[in-house]
């Protein structure tokens, strides 16, 4: 940035909301489609004459989005159709929010390299998305499955200063509801506008400011800003262009912004009250509910990991990823410990997820289940390595680790003398190996830990068999 000039931006984020159906019916939320169309019904898909039915759990989910973002809560709020004719929307109306959003006057916190800045959180809205257009060859096909899939959407004050701040902004949102289980946040379910102006240095007033439309991926999003602050800049000071303010979009490929449409005004959307929806009202009752049923804030949640030992890194992982973190967190509240739940999660799980090829978003291992498997390694059933043995089998088949366990026999305990009379059998089966370790192969103690570990059916515990191998070995 050049220092002559001051970078000013504002964010609109609509974020997929994770509830099981859509926000005005009951066919499946954003996860449930397989096929093109096959989560439609005569409400999302515009038919005559059908109703929308407002689904409880949005509003509990916008409110505890409020909630994190310390803003107001309103305690009436209502629908408003916005008017816009597109094949997506078959409705030719959104159902959105403009006279009284559910969620005002927020603010939230970022620590960059320029230390902490409060953002202050305009407002947030509840609304529905609109479908999806797949073109291909000659012909264009709609989607529905994604109309009436609910919404929230998040506008700031223009109190943004650079793309480092937009970026902490977004990367804190998302992490704050992955771990709050407001949105899984994938691919796609996080999209922003972002509008730009640019302004000389201490001055008070905004200059003209261009809205670069519908950006998922966070990496465009700051070549976006960096190109058209660039842009703005270069018309400011060397007259290369007007600047009207407009809908951009961003190009990918080229790397650069071009003109969508003139920026409508809120009158091309003749916006008025949806008169099929009552108003709703939040008591103090649900409130409260809504309040005591909030997970802990993301900075409490950091903390608490911090203290049982998680490292930074890790915490990072557990809350860019809604499975991993939900896995973990129903595992303890099952009674298993943080920090070792932590490493089973991050360490046992992802290697074997990496091994076959897979993401954290493939692990479909129940909190149950790894439960299970951490009580048998913690109460001495079977010892780690075989725990991890019963893993593999878990994630990779979905068998029930118990009865697992029992079926391959790792439950039996193998004594001290029962290591010992096999050690003696190997010992005497293989006076080779014993000559060679003698004579200092060290690799012969490996063949001899190697038929021990066979024999006992990698049930006894390896360093368990290793110490006493090497009594065995000093003694001859
Ligand atoms: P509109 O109703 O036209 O969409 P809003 O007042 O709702 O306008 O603002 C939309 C977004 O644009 C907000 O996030 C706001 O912070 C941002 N914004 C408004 N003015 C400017 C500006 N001059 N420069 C950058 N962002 C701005
Ligand atoms: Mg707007
Ligand atoms: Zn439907």
């Known amino acids: 940035m050049n220092m002559k000039y001051e970078l000013v931006i504002g964010l609109e984020t609509h974020v997929e909301l994770s509830t099981n159906s859509k926000i005005f019916c009951s066919c499946g939320g954003h996860s449930s489609p397989k096929e093109a169309n096959d989560c439609v019904c005569p409400a999302c ?57 559910i969620c005002k006057n927020g603010c939230v916190t970022l620590k960059t390299s320029q230390g902490t800045r409060d953002i202050r959180i305009k407002q947030i809205h509840m609304e529905e998305d609109a479908g999806k257009l797949v073109h291909g060859g000659n012909s264009s096909f709609v989607d529905f499955n994604r109309t009436s899939v609910p919404l929230i959407e998040i506008v700031t004050q223009p109190d943004f200063r650079s793309a480092e701040e937009v970026l902490a902004y977004l990367n804190k949102l998302k992490s704050m509801f992955i771990s709050g289980g407001i949105s899984e946040c994938e691919e796609g379910a996080m999209r922003c506008d972002v509008n730009i102006s640019v302004r000389p240095e201490g001055s008070e007033e905004f200059g003209v400011r261009t809205e670069i439309k519908n950006m998922s991926s966070f990496e465009s999003i700051e070549r976006a800003i960096h190109y058209e602050a660039q842009r703005h800049m270069d018309a400011l000071e060397f007259e290369t262009e007007e600047l009207v303010q407009e809908t951009r979009r961003f190009d990918d490929t080229t790397g650069k912004t071009f003109a969508m449409r003139n920026k409508e005004t809120e009158a091309d959307y003749r916006y008025f009250p949806d008169a099929n929806l009552m108003p709703i009202i939040i008591d103090d009752e649900w409130l409260e509910a809504i309040k ?46 943080l920090k070792d739940t932590a490493t089973w999660v991050l360490t046992d799980c992802a290697g074997i997820l990496r091994k076959d090829g897979k993401t954290f978003s493939d692990l479909t291992i ?5 439960a299970a498997i951490i009580k048998m390694v913690d109460e001495g059933k079977v010892n780690r390595s075989i ?61 001899l830990f190697g038929a021990c570990m066979k024999q006992l059916k990698g049930v006894a515990d ?14 001859i």
């Open 462 to 475: 390896p360093s368990v068999i290793k110490e006493l191998l090497d009594k065995k070995l000093e003694s």
């Open 45 to 101: 898909s515009g038919m005559p004459g059908m109703l929308p039915v407002m689904n409880k759990r949005v509003v509990e989910l916008a409110v505890t989005a409020g909630l994190m973002l310390n803003c107001e809560i309103s305690r009436y709020t209502t629908f408003d159709k916005k008017n816009y004719y597109y094949p997506d929307l078959p409705c030719a109306y959104q159902i959105t929010q403009l006279n009284h959003p």
């Open 292 to 337: 005591s049923a909030k997970p802990e804030a993301i900075d409490e949640k950091t903390e608490m990991y911090l203290e049982a030992g998680i490292s930074e890194k890790e915490i990072e992982m557990l809350m860019s990823n809604y499975n991993i973190g939900k896995l973990l967190d129903d595992t303890v509240a099952l009674g298993c410990n």
């Open 387 to 447: 725990g991890r043995k019963i893993l593999i089998a878990v994630v990779e088949d979905g068998v029930d680790p118990v009865e697992y366990c029992k079926a391959q026999g790792f439950d039996q305990k193998v004594d001290a003398s029962t290591i010992e009379t096999v050690m003696d059998k190997v010992i005497s089966d293989n006076p080779q190996a014993i000559e060679d370790f003698k004579n200092g192969k060290v690799k012969a103690k490996q063949a």
């Open 366 to 370: 129940t909190p149950e289940k790894l």
